[in-house]
């Protein structure tokens, strides 16, 4: 990773053109869901303090809830479990990041009581 410069832009520009090109839900929850466990996987390695990062993260985690909860209720788990170990690492990141990604979730589930 040395001397590579971090592009949150060419991922979320990556997951745009997949969206463009074949757009399918399921499909749009793997990568946003990828893109944030990746995102971890770099903040975990190299304890990066970049407000725009973290936010950016914070962003795509409450991307991925809407379009898991876009998807039919017997899709969801899996992706829902992943999301779940998410938002456990955020914890460990500190800034705000466990905070709204708890509000994040709890939003996400009281939509989902109420359908």
């Keep these: 990773m040395k001397g590579q410069p971090i592009s949150v832009s060419k991922a979320k520009k990556a997951i745009a ?4 090109a074949i757009g399918r839900p399921a499909g749009m929850a793997e990568l946003s869901i990828f893109y ?7 903040l975990e390695s190299c304890s990066m ?10 962003h795509m985690y409450g991307r991925s809830l809407e379009i898991v909860s876009s998807l039919h209720p017997t899709e ?8 779940g170990r998410l938002r456990s690492r955020g914890r460990n990141v500190g800034w705000v990041v466990e905070e709204e990604f708890n509000s994040l979730w709890y939003d996400a589930v009281d939509e989902q ?3």
């Design 17 to 20: 053109d997949y969206k463009k």
């Design 36 to 42: 944030c466990e990746e995102a971890f996987g770099f």
């Design 49 to 58: 303090d970049d407000e725009k990062y973290f936010a950016a993260l914070i």
């Design 76 to 83: 969801r788990s899996t992706y829902l479990e992943r999301l």
């Design 113 to 115: 009581r109420g359908e």
